[in-house]
């Protein structure tokens, strides 16, 4: 049995060597050229920063400041003051709940997808575009 879980392991093994090395064949150009720095004094920016950057703009103009024009909006939603007291059904979830569950998947997502760019290009630059690309969450 043990030689059995050896062997699978290195089919496993051998099997993610061959996709790593064909996807790399194909899409390690593109991989470089996005995460290649530009120096910038003695600091190097990543070129994804600035296209995020961009994405930040665009979405915070076309959008009209959303972020921060209806924050007290979003709040009042939150602790329930659109809603009728009278109306709860069997099964439905508080305004509270679904808050947390969005926020959970978003901040999961994120964390999941954006942790190797954020190790890459560092917190500071992450952190920043975090809070400008808020107002893309509106536009869903």
Known sequence: MLKKAG???QTISS??????GFFNDYTGWFVGLIF?????????????????????????LYFGFVQFKRAGMAIDIVKGKYTD?????????????ALTTALSGT?????????GAALAIGGLWRDFLDDSLWSSRYGV
């Open 36 to 60: 290649k720095s530009v120096p910038i004094g003695d600091v190097g920016f990543p070129i994804i920063v600035g296209w995020l950057l961009l994405a930040a703009l665009i979405f915070t």
């Open 85 to 97: 007291p009278n109306s709860k059904e069997d099964g439905e979830v508080s305004h509270f709940q």
């Open 7 to 9: 062997s699978f392991k």
């Open 15 to 20: 099997f993610s060597e061959s996709v790593d």
């Open 107 to 115: 901040v999961g997502l994120g964390n999941i997808a954006g942790v």
